[in-house]
């Protein structure tokens, strides 16, 4: 069963996969917000344009040094341990936009938490987008936990939530704060904050 977290709460993924992992996903999805408000979309409004969010994962060290980035610029990490599913320029469709592959097994030992973000890159703002989330799947297709973003508004970026080495275990844990940027890069700096 999903754990369906709150912000700022945490969820032990080997708990949720019932054994030890060797690879999860993460996905990030969203639907632009339909010009008749949220609720037309629920029963039928149209929507108008796209929008294109941009899913990263930041790799830190212990100590919130930054070690790798992984995003639509750099598809792979510099050891082939995380992998981007690529950009998805509008948003549309079912299921997840964007998601990140993490080989669990292949990630060096020197990572301790690899930081899930959300920007836009043509600086469209979260408050055109509606239905958003981010995911954990295991690498048989099992959803272990989701994070429902509500919180819309003026700003271009959002640390979404992180994964941290916990001895043999690794937990998620659902961020949701609001960051301004372009790209991962620019997010870097606030999402070692929360680390």
């Known amino acids: 069963m999903t754990v369906t977290l709150q912000k700022n709460s945490s969820v032990s993924l080997q708990k949720q ?11 990030v999805g969203w639907d632009v917000a ?6 037309s979309k629920l029963f039928g409004g149209g929507q108008s344009g796209s929008i294109d969010l941009d899913a990263s994962c930041i790799l830190f060290d212990g100590n919130g040094k930054p070690l790798d980035i992984v995003y639509f610029g750099q598809l792979n990490s510099k050891d082939g341990s995380v992998r981007h599913s690529g950009d998805n320029l509008t948003g549309e469709g079912d299921g997840d936009d964007e998601s990140i592959a993490i080989d669990l097994t292949r990630l060096p030992g020197l990572v301790e938490t690899l930081v899930l973000t959300v920007n836009s890159f043509r600086g469209q703002t979260f408050d055109k987008i509606q239905n958003a989330y981010g995911r954990v799947v ?3 297709g099992k959803e ?10 003026p700003h271009t970026g959002l640390v979404l939530a992180s994964v941290t080495r916990n001895g043999g275990d ?3 844990k659902a961020i949701g704060a609001r960051a301004t940027g372009r790209t991962a890069h620019d997010l870097t700096a606030e999402a070692a904050r929360h680390i």
Request: glycine share 18%; net charge negative.
């Open 138 to 140: 295991n690498s048989n």
């Open 17 to 27: 996969a019932g054994s030890a992992l060797t690879g999860i996903t993460l996905g």
């Open 170 to 172: 690794w937990t998620f």
């Open 34 to 39: 339909s010009s008749g408000g949220m609720m």
């Open 144 to 153: 272990l936990a989701r994070f429902d973003i509500s919180d819309s508004g």
